[in-house]
């Protein structure tokens, strides 16, 4: 009968969207207690549409009776979680157990559920299928009772609910439960009692609260939901909406010969082009929803075979046997998609993953090629392309670029006493030090054992003073190691740009060249580099090649210079 395929549909439709926004909420925060209340309660509405589904669509009565049964453990529970589900959601879960809110529903599905004969279904067959008619029994008013009571504690617990943040959700939750309520009691208990003969109607009112209730707690996870949230969840009930319009219009068509006839087509050209519709839908979810595209999309062509399947079971007539065909080739596509997407996301993933790793390779051999192991510091080979390119920066003039070149002057004392390892140490005190009293412009390098590089700019070469004499003052204070104290003095050689050298070699090796001349002056000096210091350094320097040279080659020779004694004239000594 053409009412009882819609109200099966719709009934399926009942479960395939309740179980689609069950699974998106546990998906958005799995962790929460309210989501599980939710999914819980999910699972009672899918349980009770199930048994209706059965008993509407069935020619026997046994069975039809059999589905009613099943539906009770669905309707028996549902109104005890969504109380446990209030009172999560509300923030009055943890003041206590609430195991015996369960007491009455166990009743319930023991009368109702078991076949023991304690109640007796009183069953008629209408156009709708096969309809429950209460006798009102005591076990009925029971029923009432326990219906009206918990729905009516849910909602004043709601209306109680003190809360900021969530006002809107709020209104729309109690809003929702409310009008659900009122309708459902109106069409499922008032009206058949005045003989109106109509299904049961609760399980798709509660649609509307379900989907609601969804919304309101994937609100309440944002940094989960991300900014797409809302528009995923509209291209998903947008797509079971055309899913279920497309399904009712098959069903209305394919009664009226006469629209087909005057469509020029035949009951099974028109069963083709819905199925196409629907396959086309259901590729459209998986594509533009993934994962829980694939959800829905097998849930309602899982949906449809289920109905297919019914269908050839009440009439035994193999029309329905090419659409249960086409619902598992659907859902055989489906699985084949998602598994090629799986894996081109696994590929995309090893791709991005290896990316990462020649990332963080090629960070680690930058490290290594200019950086210093042990102070963290710059190495020499990023200091000279450093200052080479400051240099090509100061075409203006406008700020003055020096080289300092420092030595401690006593580190191998700490090293030949305390060991390599406290030296190590010390000097990577020493480069925290020097990194602390200058700016963060400047650029300070490990040039090599004790040795550092220092790249300053700064107005005017009295400023360049006041750096060496900050630097040269916080070296006085001893490095602390362990209650030990270790006093480096240092003598710093200083060369200025253009003056000194025109790039960073040469700056480089006049600042060497003006520490050691300070070296040579005392130690723990600076001293500025300039022509008589280049000149004086160079000639030692010459001097002490020459020397070298001299002891190989034999080239040194004493020369006697004789003593002659003024008073006889005769040589006494030389």
């Not at 157990?97 to 009743?107: D, G, K, M």
């Not at 083709?272 to 979810?285: D, E, K, N, P, V």
């Not at 700016?439 to 003073?465: Q, T, W, Y």
């Not at 004086?536 to 001299?550: E, P, Q, S, V």
Request: proline share 3%.
């Amino acid at each position: 009968m053409l009412n009882t395929s819609l109200f099966a549909m719709l009934y399926i439709t009942v479960c395939t969207v309740s179980l689609v926004t069950g699974i998106l909420v546990l998906q958005n925060d799995r962790s929460s207690k309210t989501n599980h209340a939710y999914f819980a309660l999910v699972v009672s509405l899918i349980i009770w549409t199930l048994g209706l589904t059965v008993s509407t669509v069935t020619s026997s009565i046994t069975i039809a009776v059999w589905g009613q049964m099943v539906s009770s453990y669905g309707w028996a529970n549902l109104y005890a979680i969504l109380l446990v589900f209030v009172l999560r959601l509300t923030g009055r879960k943890e003041r206590g157990n609430h195991y015996a809110l369960f007491i009455p529903p166990i009743l319930l599905m023991v009368v109702y559920g078991l076949p023991l004969n304690l109640y007796a279904y009183n069953l008629e067959f209408s156009p709708f299928g096969w309809l429950f008619t209460s006798t009102n029994t005591f076990w009925d008013y029971v029923f009432y009772v326990y219906f009206t009571g918990y729905t009516l504690l849910s909602l004043f617990l709601l209306i109680a609910w003190k809360t900021e943040t969530e006002k809107h959700q709020k209104k729309q939750i109690l809003i929702s439960l409310t009008v659900a309520f009122l309708v459902g009691s109106a069409s499922d208990i008032y009206l058949p009692s005045f003989g109106v003969q109509l299904p049961q109607l609760a399980p798709i009112i509660l649609v509307v609260p379900i989907v609601l209730i969804a919304q309101a707690l994937r609100s309440r996870n944002p940094v989960v939901t991300g900014i797409d949230a809302a528009p995923r969840y509209t291209y998903i009930f947008v797509g079971v909406a055309l899913y279920v319009l497309i399904s009712v219009l098959q069903v209305r068509l394919t009664a009226s010969s006469s629209i087909l006839m005057a469509l020029n087509l035949n009951e099974s050209t028109f069963r083709g082009i819905i199925t196409q519709l629907q396959m086309f839908i259901s590729i459209y979810l998986v594509m533009r929803q993934k994962k829980t595209g694939v959800i829905v999309a097998l849930l309602i062509n899982g949906a449809n075979l289920v109905s297919s399947v019914l269908y050839l079971i009440r009439t035994n007539s193999p029309d329905s046997i090419p659409g249960i065909i086409s619902y598992i080739a659907v859902m055989l596509l489906i699985y084949l998609i998602r598994v090629f997407e799986q894996r081109s996301e696994w590929y995309i993933s090893h791709i991005d993953s290896q990316r990462s790793e020649l990332e963080k390779s090629q960070d680690r051999l930058y490290s290594l090629a200019f950086y210093d192991s042990l102070t963290k510091l710059p190495n020499r080979d990023y200091f000279i392309n450093h200052v080479d390119q400051t240099i090509t920066t100061l075409s203006d003039g406008r700020q003055k670029l020096a080289i300092l070149f420092l030595d401690f002057d006593s580190f191998k004392s700490i090293n030949d006493t305390a060991g390599h390892a406290t030296g190590d140490l010390v000097l990577s005190k020493i480069a925290q030090v020097l990194v602390s009293v200058l700016d963060k412009e400047d650029v300070i390098a490990r040039f090599g054992g004790d040795e550092f590089l220092v790249e300053v700019r700064r107005p005017k070469e009295e400023d360049l003073l006041l750096v060496t004499n900050t630097i040269m003052q916080a070296l006085k204070n001893p490095i602390v190691l362990e209650q030990e104290e270790y006093f480096l003095p240092a003598s710093i050689g200083v060369s200025i740009h253009p003056a000194d050298g025109r790039d960073a070699h040469t700056l480089i090796m006049n600042a060497d060249i003006a520490m050691y001349s300070a070296k040579a002056k005392g130690k723990n000096q600076v001293v500025f580099c300039n022509e008589e210091v280049k000149a004086l350094t160079t000639r030692r320097l010459r001097l002490t090649n020459g020397l070298y040279r001299a002891l190989d080659r034999n080239e040194l020779f004493v020369m006697y210079q004789p003593q002659m004694c003024t008073e006889t004239q005769k040589v006494c000594g030389f």
